[in-house]
């Protein structure tokens, strides 16, 4: 689950680290007056919309304001708004709160991030002396640039650590005191909430002397939520996929892509391995769609029907392995699903495993647009070919 910046801020600001103070408004008339902005050293102030992307500058959803009136006009053009970035596609994202905060006086950015090395099985600090951009960007352009230690999970994150880091990425003096301890108490918050993401870009500092926190992005791992209710109650369900919110409400795991092949899979490796195989016979994916080990027919349905939502969807492949539950069951609910939902659309149904070759009988003889393969590559390929054909059928 992401958090919003403002969200984010707090989740820092309860663990000791210093942010600016920022006000949240989900209404025009809620703007603030002369009296009520915060306070603000150089007269400026800067509205930002609350949504779950990056790269809001460009995209005009951060807007620098002089006074209470600029501060309510930047406020009523964003509310209510769709904000589209180059991460959010076409349809952008809903702006239903901004921030505002003081304007800053930047003298230098730098950028600061924990996260999880999945290889390494560790939570990682990546620091750069080059922050306000993409770290993607910077990694490409200036790699020397970027710092990143390992930390070991028995001792957590070391002073020593940190303050190496420091020297690493230029800071100086008392900076480097202050960006121990922001460290320190960032690692603290990424551990106590099961964070996967902590991110600080840029890290600012500004003309007063202070390191400050410019902008936060915080995502937390979904397996821990059951422990972490205090967050979760401030999930914005309005910044998610309706098909992947509506997927994880029926058990499923579903994550949307561009292609107009889309995937049923029971297993995560098999479905990733299913993917593949699409790209290689040269079609994209539509969709990773997991039903889970032990799958069951109303899975299957309310998987179809997420799949079919999709209005790019040529062709459906479906890749089961009867390991858990036989293949003849996965058939008969595959069947009663695709007439539940009126199926239309070449379906091809890869079985293996357990009355695997009773399965593919049963699809075969169904009398639906199902086709019955035993081999994984060759059912790949025949769903590329038949989302060709209902593509130009279509045209």
Not at 141 to 168: H, K, M
Not at 191 to 200: H, K, M, N, T, W
Request: overall charge negative.
């Amino acid at each position: 689950m992401n958090l919003h910046e403002y969200q984010a801020k707090a989740l820092l600001a309860h663990h000791g680290v210093a942010v600016p103070t920022g006000k949240v408004l989900s209404e025009v008339s809620q703007a603030p007056l002369a009296d009520d902005l915060p306070e603000s050293a150089e007269g400026r102030w800067v509205v930002k919309a609350q949504v779950h992307s990056g790269a809001r500058g460009k995209a005009g959803g951060v807007i620098l304001a002089s006074g209470p009136e600029e501060v309510a006009e930047a406020s009523r053009k964003l509310l209510g708004s769709r904000l589209v970035t180059r991460q959010t596609g076409p349809n952008g994202l809903p702006v239903d709160h901004v921030l505002v905060e003081p304007g800053a006086d930047i003298r230098k950015e730098y950028y600061l991030a924990l996260t999880v090395d999945r290889a390494l099985q560790r939570v990682v600090l990546i620091a750069s002396s080059e922050g306000g951009m993409d770290i993607e960007a910077v990694a490409a352009d200036s790699p020397e640039s970027i710092r990143r230690v390992v930390i070991n999970p028995t001792v957590g994150l070391q002073a020593y650590q940190a303050r190496q880091v420091a020297f690493a990425i230029g800071l100086e003096g008392v900076h480097i005191r202050d960006f121990v301890s922001l460290a320190l108490r960032t690692y603290q918050a990424f551990v106590e909430s099961d964070a996967s993401l902590i991110e600080i870009n840029p890290l600012a500092e500004t003309s007063d002397g202070t390191l400050t926190v410019l902008d936060a992005k915080v995502s937390l791992d979904d397996n821990a939520g059951y422990r972490q209710q205090a967050l979760w109650s401030g999930r914005d369900v309005n910044q998610e996929d309706p098909a992947e919110r509506e997927a994880i409400e029926h058990g499923l795991n579903y994550v949307s892509l561009d292609g107009d092949i889309a995937c049923m899979v029971n297993g995560a490796g098999l479905a990733m391995a299913t993917m593949d195989l699409i790209k290689h016979a040269g079609g994209m994916p539509a969709n990773f769609l997991d039903v889970g080990g032990g799958t069951s027919a109303a899975k299957v349905t309310e998987a179809f029907k997420l799949i079919l939502r999709n209005s790019r969807v040529e062709a459906i492949l479906v890749n089961i392995f009867g390991g858990i539950v036989r293949c003849d069951l996965i058939a008969e609910g595959i069947i009663e699903a695709a007439r539940e939902v009126s199926l239309d659309v070449p379906t091809v149904v890869r079985l293996a495993g357990t009355n695997a070759e009773l399965g593919r009988k049963m699809l075969s003889e169904s009398g639906l647009n199902l086709t019955a393969e035993d081999d994984l590559a060759s059912a790949a390929e025949i769903a590329v070919t038949l989302a060709k054909q209902h593509r130009g059928a279509a045209q």
